[in-house]
């Protein structure tokens, strides 16, 4: 055989390209820019579909987490109220303005209550700031009435202020408030 029927140039010894070779490369080349026209506008096509189920699921994740958030305080406020169905006698020196007793086990009784009832408005408010609704505008008026009618929580407020976050110290402090008591 010679080297042109193996397409080598026998003077160079180099392949020679035949046209056929030559049309097969160049249809390889459109069925690849073919393939390319459908398939990337496909992909992104799929891309944004997955994108708008991933923010989807972002958001019902979110609404997850505040639903989860509410549950907890609320959770904590029954617990609260169960304290108060357990001894009774605590109601008055927070909804009815009665005075904290003066020593004993009544006054560390109550002053341990209004320490859980500062600690869950504190933690209501912070939490609650990311729910969505009037849900923490509720909490802030119940807050400042329970605040306003209890000289037990503002006599430990006054107290103790400086361990609370901001969210608490602008609600029961306010523009008009100083976390002092009011006087005799």
């Given at each position: 055989?010679?080297?042109?029927?193996?397409?080598?140039?026998?003077?160079?010894?180099?392949?020679?390209?035949?046209?056929?070779?030559?049309?097969k490369a160049e249809w390889v080349s459109a069925v690849a820019v073919a393939f390319?026209?459908?398939?990337?506008?496909?992909?992104?096509?799929?891309?944004?579909?997955?994108?708008?189920?991933?923010?989807?699921?972002?958001?019902?994740?979110?609404?997850?987490?505040?639903?989860?958030?509410?549950?907890?305080?609320?959770?904590?406020?029954?617990?609260?109220?169960?304290?108060?169905?357990?001894?009774?006698?605590?109601?008055?020196?927070?909804?009815?303005?009665?005075?904290?007793?003066?020593?004993?086990?009544?006054?560390?009784?109550?002053?341990?209550?209004?320490?859980m009832l500062l600690d869950f408005m504190d933690t209501a408010l912070l939490q609650?700031?990311?729910?969505?609704?009037?849900?923490?505008?509720?909490?802030?008026?119940?807050?400042?009435?329970?605040?306003?009618?209890?000289?037990?929580?503002?006599?430990?407020?006054?107290?103790?202020?400086?361990?609370?976050?901001?969210?608490?110290?602008?609600?029961?402090?306010?523009?008009?408030?100083?976390?002092?008591?009011?006087?005799?």
């Amino acid at each position: 055989m010679r080297g042109e029927d193996w397409g080598v140039h026998a003077s160079y010894g180099q392949r020679q390209h035949s046209p056929g070779a030559a049309m097969k490369a160049e249809w390889v080349s459109a069925v690849a820019v073919a393939f390319s026209a459908v398939l990337v506008p496909s992909a992104v096509f799929f891309a944004a579909l997955q994108w708008r189920a991933t923010a989807r699921q972002s958001v019902h994740a979110a609404k997850a987490a505040d639903a989860a958030i509410y549950q907890n305080i609320t959770q904590q406020f029954f617990e609260i109220n169960r304290m108060f169905l357990r001894e009774p006698r605590l109601r008055a020196y927070f909804y009815d303005g009665k005075p904290p007793p003066r020593r004993g086990r009544g006054k560390a009784r109550v002053r341990i209550m209004a320490a859980m009832l500062l600690d869950f408005m504190d933690t209501a408010l912070l939490q609650g700031g990311t729910i969505p609704g009037g849900y923490v505008t509720a909490w802030e008026a119940f807050f400042r009435d329970l605040y306003g009618t209890s000289p037990m929580l503002q006599q430990l407020w006054a107290e103790t202020r400086e361990w609370y976050g901001p969210e608490i110290r602008q609600l029961l402090d306010g523009p008009d408030r100083t976390g002092i008591p009011p006087g005799p």
